[in-house]
């Protein structure tokens, strides 16, 4: 077995020991204005974690990429998403905003700079991997911070279960391309399964707002090509991806999983977040039918460290 594939399969008991991690200091009171930063798989992670936090009525929650943070902006606690802690872009924006804004970082490596610059830290180094590729780690910080807010996280994972062992909605030797769509905090992991693909198989996968698909991307929608949508689905688009010959998947709201017609699992829809678990899953087997190692995939390093490069 590949790294990531046990990295995956582990991801329910990594939730549940991160949801008893949410009473961490450091983590968001209720009314702070705060902004989410991240690279990459983190950065996604930031985008669905601000939309819920907001729905709750916690407070106004922004997501950033590290490389794109507004500086002149003002914020009552800056947290940071890095995996490794070495991350250059995420490290500058926590050099720089500490000076006047407390910092939260949630890394899996309490050895590294991150966790020196933050005021405090919430250490996830049982989701840490061995893989190139993040599963685990991303998924147990949004675990995290979904417990925080009040999820019952133990629902989430008991989905996750199931999705380790759900036959996989696609099917490589029938599938030219995907694209994944979500709605609200969903839209986060619809770009974090599309990159699982890129960065893991080197698989043409795009993501979207589900509502924005019919503006445009839904032209490439075909057969042979796969259209799989997170959380809430907007009413007939699912009919209208069908239509022009494309595959549409989905956990629906009336039990199974549903792809190319066939109904899978019998059962309520699932956790969006195990949905994920699906997609990983699928980018490991787009991987290895083509020969390709999933726990280093081509280009691709644990950390992205740059020359210093704090803003002006």
């Not at 905003?97 to 966790?115: E, F, L, S």
């Not at 974090?192 to 929608?221: N, Q, V």
């Not at 259209?227 to 199974?256: I, K, N, Q, T």
């Amino acid at each position: 077995m590949t790294h990531v594939k046990a990295e995956i399969a582990s991801q329910p008991d990594c939730w549940r020991q991160a949801a008893k991690l949410a009473a961490s200091p450091g983590l968001p009171a209720r009314g702070e204005r705060v902004a989410v930063i991240g690279c990459g798989t983190s950065w996604f992670m930031a985008k669905s974690y601000a939309v819920l936090r907001e729905q709750a009525e916690h407070g106004e929650t922004d997501a950033f990429q590290a490389s794109d943070f507004p500086y002149g902006r003002r914020y009552d606690r800056l947290i940071a998403i890095t995996r490794s802690g070495t991350t250059t872009e995420t490290l500058d924006v926590m050099r720089a905003v500490g000076q006047n804004t407390p910092v939260t970082v949630i890394t899996a490596d309490p050895a590294q700079p991150a966790v020196d610059i933050a005021g405090d830290a919430v250490v996830l180094d049982f989701a840490d991997e061995r893989s190139v590729v993040q599963t685990r780690f991303a998924t147990s910080v949004l675990a995290l911070l979904r417990a925080h807010l009040g999820h019952d996280i133990d629902v989430a994972a008991m989905d996750a279960e199931v999705a380790v062992r759900l036959p996989l909605p696609v099917h490589p030797a029938l599938t030219d391309q995907i694209t994944f769509l979500g709605r609200g905090w969903t839209v986060g992991l619809a770009e974090e399964a599309a990159l699982k693909c890129r960065e893991t198989a080197g698989f043409w996968t795009e993501s979207y707002p589900a509502m924005d698909y019919r503006h445009g991307p839904i032209s490439i929608a075909g057969p042979r090509r796969v259209v799989w949508a997170f959380g809430d689905v907007p009413a007939g688009l699912a009919d209208e991806v069908e239509a022009r010959g494309a595959a549409f998947v989905h956990s629906r709201h009336h039990g199974g999983y549903a792809s190319l017609g066939r109904w899978v699992g019998g059962r309520a829809p699932l956790d969006p977040m195990a949905d994920l678990v699906l997609a990983q899953r699928v980018a490991v087997l787009l991987a290895t039918t083509q020969g390709l190692d999933p726990d280093n995939p081509s280009g691709l390093t644990r950390s992205i460290v740059l020359p210093d490069s704090l803003p002006s």
